[in-house]
């Protein structure tokens, strides 16, 4: 079935790096640009970050601009995000999702998202 | 960025009862504005995609309306499983933004 599984989460120093994972099954990943969305614990959705189907652009939201890299390994129908300098801010449920309809690094509507993965920063 | 206001914050209805949620854009959006559900402990659930399109598989007393810069989620008949949070998100522009979101209880 169509799915987004999620890993690489975990605790974290401030200052640390971490590495998220998401596999894609169930549709052709090629096809689609691909998206990271962020929840802190109570909080509502963020965006973080899109991918382009085939990995040539890429665009950020403001708070994790020049520290997280989004990117995608299509022979592995696998989406990442390499978050360094991590803050306690950065703490939340980090989840991938798949653009409904767009394959470049359009916004879209999101119709398929991963049971989310948490990262907590912390000391 | 765009910002999207969502109102109210919190709603507690009645089953059966006629659930109306809003969210005003910052700018004008055209119909470039989708909506989700997001039950505790779970991913977000895309309802309703470019103000009023129905997601497949998504039931028909779930629905959407407006353009430009105000918009309209209603569910015509509330229902036990529909106690959730529901989120507003616009697609124009980079960044995508999201509304604060409204939980919605069972009276």
């Known amino acids: 079935q169509v799915q987004l599984v999620e890993s690489g989460g975990g605790v974290v120093q401030p200052g640390r790096s971490l590495r998220l994972s998401c596999a894609a099954s169930?549709?052709?990943?090629?096809?689609?640009?691909m998206h990271w969305v962020r929840q802190a614990p109570g909080k509502g959705l963020e965006w973080v970050a899109v991918i382009s189907y085939d990995g040539s652009n890429k665009y950020y939201g403001d708070s994790v601009k020049g520290r997280f890299t989004i990117s995608r390994d299509n022979s592995k129908n696998t989406l990442y995000l390499q978050m360094n300098s991590l803050r306690a801010e950065d703490t939340a449920v980090y989840y991938c999702?798949?653009?409904?309809?767009?394959?470049?690094?359009?916004?879209?509507?999101?119709?398929?998202w991963g049971q989310g993965t948490m990262v907590t920063v912390s000391s | 960025d765009i910002q999207m206001t969502q109102s109210p914050s919190s709603l507690s209805a009645s089953v059966g009862d006629r659930v109306t949620i809003t969210c005003q854009a910052s700018q004008d959006i055209s119909n470039f504005l989708n909506w989700y559900q997001q039950k505790p402990g779970k991913a977000p659930k895309l309802l309703i995609y470019?103000?009023?399109s129905l997601e497949t598989g998504v039931p028909s007393r779930f629905s959407g309306s407006g353009s430009g810069t105000d918009f309209t989620f209603t569910i015509s008949s509330l229902q036990p499983e529909d106690v959730a949070t529901y989120y507003c998100q616009q697609y124009d522009n980079l960044p995508v933004t999201f509304g604060q979101g409204t939980k919605l209880e069972i009276k």
């Open positions: 169930g549709f052709t990943f090629t096809r689609y640009g």
């Open positions: 999702a798949k653009s409904r309809k767009y394959s470049g690094y359009d916004p879209d509507a999101f119709d398929i």
């Open positions: 470019d103000a009023s």
